[in-house]
């Protein structure tokens, strides 16, 4: 049950361009969508997420960008730096969000 | 440390053995969550609790698996007669969550991981 679909499934960037990661939902009863970001042999840390009140969020190079109409938000990463070369989760969770729906995952490559 | 913890880090056992993986979420965390990780996939969720109470488990949880959070703050995931199949990365994860009276604020499900415990089944 993919209930939320991610791509692409890696991504290769040049350092200083910008990573676009897509998502897109199923469930419209999901109100919550972090993004998570994974480093090898470490847990999914929380980098961003945005409820579907709003359009936009931005902290710091990360933005999310949220379209409910089309049930979908992308990941933005402005100025991509060899250091943001991860895996990145999208998800979503239900109001009283006990658990949370991932995506399959964005393996991203910062080229230096 | 403030963070989430789990312990072994990674266990190496052979088919048909018992484990027991331990999680102690951050300490003013309300809700536990076990969630099940394999190579090149995201987290599938597994069970969760409110307190001590185990609210929900997914269909992954077989019989074989059990978890308990006895006294609301750490919890443990144990697997019985484990199987090739079982071996991923299990992370537990902590949330504090809550509508509050009188507040306009909703505190969101913001979990927060450890760093997982990688079972490798022989």
């Known amino acids: 049950q993919q209930q939320v679909k991610q791509s692409p499934q890696s991504l290769i960037v040049q350092k200083g361009g910008i990573s676009i990661i897509n998502c897109a939902y199923e469930?419209?009863?999901?109100?919550?969508f972090p993004w998570y970001q994974q480093f090898p042999g470490k847990g999914p840390a929380l980098l961003i997420a945005?409820?579907?009140?709003?359009s936009e969020k931005k902290e710091g190079r990360f933005t999310i960008s949220f379209n409910k109409s089309a049930k979908q938000f992308s990941l933005h990463i402005m100025d991509s730096q060899p250091g943001d070369s991860a895996t990145y989760f999208c998800?979503?969770?239900?109001?009283?969000?006990?658990?949370?729906?991932f995506g399959a995952g964005t393996r991203l490559f910062v080229k230096a | 440390d403030t963070g989430v913890s789990q312990d072994p880090r990674h266990k190496i056992t052979k088919r048909g053995q018992n484990v027991t993986f331990r999680c102690d979420p951050i300490?003013?965390?309300?809700?536990l969550y076990w969630y099940r990780q394999t190579l090149g996939q995201g987290p599938e969720f597994l069970t969760y609790?409110?307190?001590?109470?185990?609210?929900?488990k997914s269909r992954l949880l077989s019989d074989r698996f059990s978890a308990e959070r006895p006294k609301g703050s750490f919890s443990t995931l144990e697997i019985q007669r484990t199987e090739q199949g079982d071996s991923a990365m299990y992370l537990c994860?902590?949330?504090?969550?809550?509508?509050?009276?009188?507040?306009?604020?909703?505190?969101?499900?913001?979990?927060?991981f450890g760093p997982g415990t990688r079972l490798t089944v022989l």
């Open positions: 994860a902590s949330s504090l969550w809550g509508r509050f009276r009188g507040q306009t604020t909703i505190i969101y499900n913001e979990q927060f």
């Open positions: 469930n419209t009863a999901f109100d919550y």
């Open positions: 945005i409820r579907p009140d709003v």
């Open positions: 998800a979503a969770s239900k109001p009283g969000g006990f658990k949370t729906i």
């Open positions: 300490s003013e965390h309300n809700r």
């Open positions: 609790f409110q307190n001590e109470a185990q609210l929900e």
